[in-house]
């Protein structure tokens, strides 16, 4: 079983709808990112987080430590959203290593 | 302030040659990370480099090593290369007093390595 565990692995939405990826670890973990990358390469981290709940923008990103459970919502969905999300966590005394998971391949269709 | 680049962005070469990747971390940043990501593994850890030293590593074969300089800039380095290792080669860097504990990291664009 991998460490750390996304879904669903693939969402198709129509473009407004509010849209939440899951991300569910095993391990204890220092702190947890949520990662987008678009078609060709780059990777952004869109939050890191070692508790509660940020939000940039359209963005909202919560985690429950006691729960080993994280969620990233889209509010009002739009075509540019379109990318592959990545959960990744920083072990307890693993400093900078991330383990990742297998990424949700999100499309919003206008 | 620049963010992590990665040199060169797009690689070519031949089962069996070797290559080497670099990375010049967000300046004042002192640890960098390299992470490979295939579509069969997806990313996996390869290891860090702070002030100089390898501090972590993932669970990859001995043809994959790296260094890290007294600038901080990085190179990693794939000797007799495999079909295998095509993938995208990825390093992020993040300030750290070298205390254990976790920096937020921040991702270069990648080096695309095909091996035909």
């Known amino acids: 079983k991998n460490e750390v565990e996304q879904s669903p692995q693939n969402l198709t939405a129509q473009e407004g709808e509010f849209i939440t990826i899951n991300c569910s670890y095993s391990?204890?973990?220092?702190?947890l990112h949520w990662l987008q990358q678009h078609p060709g390469g780059g990777i952004v981290s869109l939050f890191m987080?070692?508790?509660g709940k940020k939000k940039h923008g359209r963005l909202i990103a919560t985690i429950n430590i006691q729960e080993k459970h994280s969620s990233l919502h889209i509010t009002a969905s739009h075509p540019r959203d379109s990318a592959v999300y990545i959960c990744a966590v920083a072990r307890n005394f693993g400093n900078e290593k991330l383990t990742f998971g297998t990424g949700t391949r999100l499309t919003i269709i206008p | 302030k620049a963010g992590v680049t990665q040199t060169p962005r797009y690689l070519i070469k031949t089962r069996g040659q070797q290559v080497t990747l670099s990375c010049s971390p967000i300046?004042?940043?002192?640890?960098v990370s390299w992470y490979q990501q295939t579509p069969g593994q997806g990313l996996q850890f390869l290891f860090e480099y702070f002030s100089e030293t390898q501090r972590n590593k993932g669970n990859f074969p001995g043809r994959f090593s790296g260094r890290q300089f007294s600038n901080s800039r990085s190179e990693m380095n794939v000797s007799t290369l495999e079909l295998g290792d095509s993938a995208l080669y990825l390093c992020?860097?993040?300030?750290?007093?070298?205390?254990?504990?976790?920096?937020?990291?921040?991702f270069g664009p990648g080096t695309r390595l095909t091996v035909l």
């Open positions: 992020a860097s993040s300030w750290t007093s070298g205390r254990a504990g976790y920096n937020e990291q921040f």
């Open positions: 987080l070692s508790s």
């Open positions: 391990v204890g973990i220092s702190a």
């Open positions: 300046s004042g940043h002192r640890s």
